[in-house]
């Protein structure tokens, strides 16, 4: 927890000691889809299975460059129960979790505009940057929720850590409406440090992982729902790939606040 504190403090401190140089500032909200990658969802990566709102504030430092610190809340989520693939329905596992993101974006714009002015009305653009999340995954049977990371559904020692490292890159239009105010469109992926955004990363568990443990019987049930039907002990959980991904799309909305020394066209 203290680490990703720490970054978070870090992009704040950055984005503001810029923005005493930076010409034009530009703040906006988003809102729309979002949609997740990895062992529960193997092969759909433009599935939206929730929502995504967030805010952002950006230093335009030239009509092609901007950088900007984004907050972001999505939630995500996947079911085998309603899978298609017979294998997965069997295996019956599901999970849901908030996505609770900030990150560092630089934008690139690539025809000459920004909000507040510019030779164009529009532009596509592409980001990337870094950044840090914190999630949770649960998962619900019979009406009850459980938060996953404490049942060691693969037989962990301890618990997974809930934050990590977040990488986005994406793609949007830009569109100037009046005067300062500006619309957007995006979709954006991001490349996580953890494989353990669905609670499944590894393999079943063998018998007696969980004795002397708290809650062994529901760690049992939640490690393998299928009732013997698939989960072997040493067999995959999930896929092989080592991090999950999650994505964000949606429309935005933003004012700039262009100041008197702003660069010219």
Same mark, same amino acid.
Request: glycine letters at 12%.
């Given at each position: 927890?203290?680490?990703?504190?720490?970054? %978070?403090?870090?992009?704040?401190?950055?984005?503001?000691?810029?923005?005493?140089?930076?010409?034009? $500032?530009?703040?906006?909200?988003?809102?729309?889809?979002?949609? &997740?990658?990895?062992?529960?969802?193997?092969?759909?990566?433009?599935? +939206?299975?929730?929502?995504?709102?967030?805010?952002?504030?950006?230093?335009?430092?030239?009509?092609?460059?901007?950088?900007?610190?984004? &907050?972001?809340?999505?939630?995500?989520?996947?079911?085998?129960?309603?899978?298609?693939?017979?294998?997965?329905?069997?295996?019956? $596992?599901?999970?849901?979790?908030?996505?609770?993101?900030?990150?560092?974006?630089?934008?690139?714009?690539?025809?000459?505009?920004?909000?507040?002015?510019?030779?164009?009305?529009?532009?596509?653009? +592409?980001?990337?940057?870094?950044?840090?999340?914190? %999630?949770?995954?649960?998962?619900?049977?019979?009406?009850?929720?459980?938060? $996953?990371?404490?049942?060691?559904?693969?037989?962990?020692?301890?618990?997974?850590? #809930? &934050?990590? +490292?977040?990488?986005?890159?994406?793609?949007?239009?830009?569109? /100037? $409406?009046?005067?300062?105010?500006?619309?957007?469109?995006? +979709?954006?992926?991001?490349?996580?440090?953890?494989?353990?955004?669905?609670?499944?990363?590894?393999? &079943?568990?063998?018998?007696?992982?969980?004795?002397?443990?708290?809650?062994?019987?529901?760690?049992?049930?939640?490690?393998?729902?299928? #009732?013997?039907?698939?989960?072997?002990?040493?067999?995959?959980?999930?896929?092989?790939?080592? /991090?999950?991904?999650?994505?964000?799309?949606?429309?935005?909305?933003?004012?700039?606040?262009?100041?008197?020394?702003?660069?010219? %066209?």
């Amino acid at each position: 927890m203290r680490y990703t504190q720490n970054l %978070f403090c870090f992009l704040a401190l950055f984005l503001s000691g810029l923005g005493l140089k930076a010409q034009t $500032l530009e703040v906006g909200l988003m809102g729309g889809g979002a949609g &997740y990658l990895g062992d529960l969802n193997q092969n759909s990566p433009a599935k +939206i299975s929730g929502i995504n709102a967030g805010a952002f504030v950006k230093m335009n430092l030239d009509p092609y460059w901007a950088l900007g610190l984004h &907050y972001n809340y999505g939630k995500i989520k996947a079911d085998d129960a309603v899978s298609d693939n017979g294998h997965f329905k069997a295996r019956n $596992l599901n999970f849901h979790t908030p996505v609770n993101e900030l990150t560092l974006q630089l934008d690139f714009n690539f025809l000459e505009y920004f909000a507040g002015g510019g030779a164009k009305k529009f532009t596509p653009y +592409i980001y990337t940057g870094i950044g840090g999340i914190l %999630f949770n995954p649960t998962a619900t049977y019979n009406g009850n929720d459980y938060d $996953l990371r404490f049942y060691a559904t693969e037989g962990q020692t301890k618990a997974y850590k #809930n &934050y990590t +490292i977040t990488v986005p890159y994406g793609a949007g239009m830009k569109f /100037r $409406l009046k005067e300062s105010w500006g619309l957007m469109t995006q +979709i954006g992926y991001r490349i996580t440090n953890t494989d353990y955004l669905d609670d499944v990363s590894l393999r &079943y568990p063998g018998p007696g992982s969980w004795d002397g443990r708290d809650r062994a019987q529901e760690s049992e049930f939640l490690s393998d729902p299928s #009732n013997a039907l698939i989960g072997a002990a040493g067999t995959q959980r999930g896929d092989f790939r080592k /991090r999950d991904t999650y994505m964000f799309v949606g429309i935005g909305i933003s004012y700039t606040f262009v100041s008197q020394k702003c660069y010219t %066209f």
